[in-house]
């Protein structure tokens, strides 16, 4: 059996690397049109600030080793021009030369390219940059060498991020701009105002709700929506992705959703022994079962891997994606799985959420530091739909769990009965992953109910009260700019004839554990409450505005 793969990286070196360890007997060629065949894209922004020292480090395989180890016949610089499925024929291009080869199975792992607007005067910027791979690394790197001070990145996605967080430790000055309302628009508001507090503070100069509408002086000043213009020696275009399929078109394979290869559940394409894996592909966001582009190492290194089962004759299944991504800016670490609340509230289903506090190990071991984690789940069968979590340490640990939760389609009852090892350096007795178990559980059996940041406003308006159950110290240190009824918890039992039956209240604390202790006496007592989720902590995160300090 002859088998071409047309593009390396995750998904197709993960494929023929599978097929050899399955058919000794095959062979494999794999045509990169770039120089390499085989490299950590995902680590990319880290070489341009230093903490990748060795530019060879982003190099995982060379053709060289891959003949030794795999027996592939491994052809950089060799771009695949054309597809006849009829024939089962590749055209290649090479050093100026056309050639094909036939193929018994052909696999397409040609990955996203990244969309580039069209903006006014970029084709005559002479400054701006994309990063996708290691030549367009080198193209930055190569300008870093001019010394710029200042630089711009447009998006504020995960690539976005981590080249302005690299950018600024190898000392630039860096201005993010993103059309979104906040920065990491995979996060909803409130979570991604934690990185937007990170990014300042080490800062950065963030610019959201606008975008870069003109390029001017070759690219030295960019103008936006309002008009603001903005000096940069250094632009890095990071607004998305697009999958790659301009091959495909030539093959008459079938696009479907933004241009996407549409395969089925064993990755077979519309034309016959074509298959296609990665960035490229259409896939089953598992939720929802519906269809969507999720470009990600992990999904597209597990893809090659079946593909190459498939064409060996082991039966697997595409069984889809659940979009599990997490990002470092600084000391702050973001990360989410599944749905969000904007995707949930775009599809109108039906949802709930609650938020959590917790620390990443026993609080009264030394580093503690804080964790913040939101669940969205189904009210009623209590389905996981999503989760994000930030923090200084251990977000990825919570998000892992519960990215297993939910491909194990394990609910909110399963979650404080995980089982998580235990001491103090490592985590709680109570995990932040079994508190939001415990919270949600709440919330579904009726022993609380909760609203929402961004409710407390009209829940307000339309009449009713604010009872914050801080201390007093507390309040000094900031308080919501709403009228507020003040009982510190420990004296609200003794206190509750301040207190008026006929009048609704919404009752917050710090973090929400004292609030919701407040919640079950009032409601015992006869009292209709509600908790602000999230409470103080979460609430001037995401509205500083309405928050004052002192008196």
């Known amino acids: 059996m002859k088998i071409i793969i047309v593009g390396g990286v995750a998904g197709g070196m993960s494929a023929a690397t599978r097929l050899r360890r399955l058919k000794e007997d095959a062979e494999i060629i794999i045509f990169e049109k770039g120089p ?115 630089a711009v990145v447009i998006g504020a996605g995960f690539i976005g991020l981590e080249m302005a967080e690299n950018l600024r430790k190898r000392g630039l000055n860096v201005t993010i701009v993103e059309k979104a309302p906040h920065v990491l628009p995979p996060l909803d508001e409130e979570m991604a105002a934690f990185v937007q507090a990170e990014l300042l503070k080490n800062g950065i100069h963030v610019v959201t709700s606008q975008s870069a509408t003109r390029f001017e002086d ?159 789940f189904e009210p009623t069968s209590g389905k996981i739909y999503g989760a994000q979590g930030v923090g200084k ?28 090892t235990y001491a103090p350096p490592f985590g709680s007795a109570k995990d932040p992953v079994n508190m939001l178990g415990y919270a949600a559980l709440n919330l579904v059996e009726g022993l609380s109910d909760n609203i929402q940041w961004y409710e407390l406003e009209d829940e307000l308006a339309a009449g009713k009260k604010f009872l914050d159950v801080r201390t007093a110290s507390e309040l000094q240190q900031g308080r919501l700019k709403v009228d507020t009824v003040h009982i510190p918890l420990n004296e609200l039992r003794e206190r509750l004839g301040e207190l008026d039956k006929s009048q609704d209240y919404i009752v917050s604390c710090h973090s929400g554990l004292r609030s919701y202790i407040a919640e079950r006496i009032l409601k015992q007592a006869g009292f209709s409450v509600q908790n602000l989720d999230g409470a103080f902590a979460l609430y001037k995160m995401v509205k500083p505005e309405g928050v004052e300090y002192g008196n």
């Open 36 to 150: 390499f065949v085989s490299f950590a894209n995902c680590g990319l922004p880290y070489y341009v600030s230093g903490e990748i020292a060795e530019r060879e480090d982003l190099l995982v395989q060379t053709p060289e080793s891959l003949k030794a180890r795999f027996r592939l016949d491994v052809r950089p610089f060799h771009e695949v021009t054309a597809i006849s499925p009829d024939q089962h024929i590749v055209t290649v291009r090479h050093d100026g030369k056309e050639f094909t080869e036939s193929y018994d199975k052909l696999i397409l792992s040609p990955g996203a390219k990244p969309f580039v607007p069209p903006i006014e005067g970029l084709e005559t910027a002479e400054n701006t940059y994309t990063l996708r791979n290691v030549p367009d690394l080198d193209e930055i790197m190569l300008a870093l060498e001019k010394e710029p001070k200042e």
């Open 218 to 376: 070759k690219g030295k000043v960019i103008v936006l929506e309002n008009g603001q213009k903005i000096a940069s020696d250094v632009t890095i275009l990071s607004v998305g992705v697009q999958p790659e399929n301009a091959l495909a078109q030539v093959a008459g394979i079938e696009l479907g959703l933004r241009g996407g290869i549409l395969v089925n559940e064993r990755y077979e394409t519309s034309q016959p022994d074509i298959y296609a894996v990665g960035d490229a592909i259409v896939v089953k966001q598992e939720v929802t079962g519906e269809d969507a582009l999720i470009s990600l190492a992990s999904p597209a290194n597990r893809q090659g891997r079946q593909v190459a089962d498939v064409i060996a004759g082991v039966a697997r299944k595409n069984k889809g994606s659940i979009g599990t991504a997490i990002v470092r800016a600084f000391d702050m670490t973001a990360a989410s799985t599944g749905l969000s609340e904007r995707i949930l509230r775009m599809n109108g289903l039906p949802y709930q959420v609650i938020h959590v506090s917790g620390k990443d190990h026993a609080g009264y071991y030394p580093g503690a530091t804080d964790v913040t984690l939101k669940l969205l």
């Open 393 to 420: 340490k251990g977000v990825d640990k919570r998000i892992d769990i519960l990215s297993t939760a939910i491909k194990g389609n394990l609910t909110i009852f399963d979650l404080p009965e995980l089982e998580f």
